[in-house]
């Protein structure tokens, strides 16, 4: 199809960069021009140049470079889009009736059905000792009328932790390379002869840490706080990518920048459709591998897993895909909120299987617990 | 789909091709859409990002472009801790330091002292300002995996991408005379800034089909048998379709393909490629994976 030289065709083409941004494609004004410009340029005679041209100029990732051929058929072909491809922004949705024993309104009623509480632990707690008392009660036996306290109390004092971690962290040491630049530059001082050497090290790099969290169905009593945990972390890490699996795995960090805990749980609710079913640890941590792998992991990260371990898959996997993971990642934590009991061991036969694997397996049945994560990183 | 073309404008559309075949006199076998990438690079101009798994091309093709377009190629090899100084450029402070002692005893006055340190033989250029400094015609500057270094680099290059002109207190401004054609590689170890890749155009290099891989064999060592060459290449397209750890890449092909000449092999059987197995696969693990699945029936399914 020829036109000629006039107003239509550029019309068309911001036409079609209005649409690929309407469908998900981060483009913006600049982009539009130089669209324009492009198609210009290849001076189109064949369609496939001005769809090469277009795709170099409009996408930024493989993910939209993937996307533009379907994106681009339909809008100059007509042909119909093969599932609706605009991206949902977190929060803005109403929560689905799927999601409605998720753990955003599963705070409530979570202690209440618990007939695990024993008498002295739903005793109402006042004074000093409660702060005490409280980061020791197991997550899974919270009586109902601490729950507001525990949680105000657990981000007060997670927030803290984080906070302590974060400033370690960004320590740099003394010693390092000399700096010529600034040894002459102090030497200035003295009529340019240097007394006193200048050094410079590499910056040390911020921790990074990725959370893997259980949902599935036997973690239902702990993920909501093991989630308000990641939450508080996340406050605070400049690099924290949060993940939550049962079946299937889902990154939940964009959930975790909400301004508050609520707005948190509101955005996950959202974005999440896997809470409580079955778990497939191996195969979520394989997915986590190829898809976010490469990405994620490096020397100077650090992988947190909560998980009870119990696997509905054949610990091949889940050692495959540790195994994979533990070479790649700067330290393997795995925190079990089990662990917190007295009699429990870890004989499932994916933990035990796991435990060679793991540089720190700790438990994580109460806010004490989490806060000794703070040894760990 | 609309056209901007004037009758008399024909000829233009002849320059992708041109570039492909620019390309291929330099042993870099182009598709089309990376032609056209490379076209806009050079027409718009805006820099390319190339992203792509470790050994499709993507660094060769700021080499071909270069060795097309006859001009210099200038390459940042990017790492962790990379900063402005060894990036764009740093007096010698050694060699100023000399001189300084060497005319100490001298009467010159010390402005002139000062001229002489701060000149142009103490300068170290490195590879953003020697590409900001280049006179003659618009150097291709390679920036080569740009996810290994820092994000604050990052920020860092974007200035320098947008003005091409830097500051050095001690000489003043210079602004580049020549604009840069400017290709960045990734291996997307690492999510890119949004600003970076907006102001770049993207192209992702895929592992290449079985014909074009044959031709790039072809191309690349003209002396190497056709049969065993498309026995290879199917091989290694078999090889590549297993879950690796490391997949190989095409600059393993053509190892591996440099490897049979050099051991004078005619045939690629179940022995030799045992030998030469280490050409293709660069990890233990891989390794093991391939010997369970049997290099012989790999290479059984990989045809006569």
């Known amino acids: 199809m020829r036109m000629s030289r006039g107003l239509e065709p550029i019309r068309s083409v911001v036409e079609f960069c209005r649409f690929v941004r309407a469908n998900g494609l981060d483009s913006g004004i600049r982009a539009t021009i130089d669209s324009v410009r492009a198609v210009r340029i290849v001076d189109q005679v064949g369609l496939d140049d001005s769809r090469h041209a277009l795709r170099a100029v409009l996408s930024a990732s493989k993910r939209d470079w993937d996307l533009f051929d379907q994106l681009f058929d339909a809008f100059w072909f007509g042909r119909r889009l093969e599932k609706p491809v605009r991206r949902i922004a977190p929060g803005n949705s109403a929560v689905s009736a799927r999601n409605k024993q998720g753990i955003y309104l599963g705070v409530g009623n979570l202690a209440s059905k618990e007939p695990g509480a024993t008498k002295e632990e739903r005793k109402v707690v006042t004074g000093a000792s409660a702060v005490d008392r409280l980061r020791k009660v197991d997550f899974s036996r919270v009586p109902q009328d601490d729950l507001a306290e525990l949680g105000r109390l657990s981000e007060r004092l997670l927030r803290r932790m984080s906070l302590r971690l974060s400033r370690r962290f960004r320590l740099t040491s003394l010693r390092g390379r000399i700096d010529l ?154 925190l079990n909120p089990l662990l917190g009991l007295d009699e429990y061991e870890p004989v499932t036969r994916s933990m035990s299987a796991a435990l060679p694997y793991i540089d720190v397996f700790a438990p994580a049945h109460n806010l004490q617990s989490l806060l000794e994560l703070e040894r760990h990183v | 789909m609309p056209s901007f073309a004037d009758d008399t404008q024909e000829e233009e559309s002849g320059e992708i091709s041109e570039f492909i075949r620019g390309f291929g006199r330099f042993g870099y076998v182009a598709d089309r859409a990376l032609a056209t990438a490379v076209y806009l690079l050079v027409r718009l101009p805006k820099p390319l990002l190339i992203e792509g798994h470790a050994g499709v091309g993507k660094t060769e093709v700021a080499k071909a472009l270069a060795s097309y377009l006859k001009t210099e190629l200038i390459r940042l090899q990017c790492y962790e801790g990379l900063d402005a100084h060894s990036a764009l450029y740093e007096w010698n402070y050694q060699k100023q330091l000399l001189a300084i002692r060497v005319r100490e005893k001298s009467d010159k006055p010390v402005e002139e002292l000062e001229r002489h340190i701060f000149g142009d033989d103490f300068l170290l250029k490195r590879p953003l300002l020697r590409s900001i400094l280049c006179e003659s015609s618009s150097p291709v500057l390679l920036i080569d995996e740009i996810d290994r270094a820092d994000e604050a680099f990052e920020a860092f290059l974007l200035e320098i991408l947008s003005e091409f002109q830097v500051t050095i207190p001690e000489l003043g401004t210079v602004q580049a005379k020549r604009i840069p054609h400017v290709i960045l590689t990734s291996n997307s170890t690492r999510e890119l800034s949004d600003a970076l890749k907006r102001r770049c155009l993207y192209h992702w290099i895929e592992y290449p089909s079985l014909e074009k891989e044959t031709e790039i064999v072809r191309t690349r060592l003209p002396e190497f048998d056709y049969e065993l060459a498309f026995r290879v290449v199917r091989f290694m397209q078999l090889v590549r379709r297993m879950s690796l750890s490391k997949p190989p890449g095409i600059a393993e092909t053509l190892d591996l393909s440099q490897a049979l000449m050099l051991l004078r092999r005619k045939q690629f059987d179940p022995e030799t490629a045992e030998q030469v197995l280490g050409c293709v696969l660069k990890s233990a693990d891989d390794l093991a994976k391939i010997r369970r699945e049997g290099v012989g029936n790999l290479l059984l399914r990989a045809g006569p």
């Not at chain 1, 400049?238 to 939550?244: A, N």
């Open chain 1, 181 to 334: 630049r600034r040894t002459i530059r102090a030497g200035a001082a003295r009529g340019g002869e240097m007394m006193e050497l200048r050094h410079k090290s590499r910056k040390k790099q911020a921790v990074k840490l990725v959370i893997l969290l259980d949902v599935s169905d036997s973690m239902n009593p702990y993920s909501v706080f093991l989630f308000r945990f990641a939450y508080v972390l996340g406050r605070h890490f400049d690099q924290l990518s949060c993940f939550v699996f049962s079946t299937r795995l889902v990154n939940v960090s964009d959930a975790l920048k909400a301004r508050s805990l609520p707005d948190a749980l509101r955005a996950l609710s959202t974005i999440t459709a896997c809470w409580s079913g079955g778990t497939r640890i191996g195969g979520a941590l394989g997915e986590f591998n190829r898809s976010f792998g490469r990405r994620m992991r490096s020397t100077e990260t650090s992988v947190l897993i909560l998980s009870d371990g119990w696997d509905a898959d054949e610990p091949g996997s889940l050692i495959g895909e540790l195994r994979i993971l533990k070479q790649h990642v700067k330290k393997l934590i795995w």
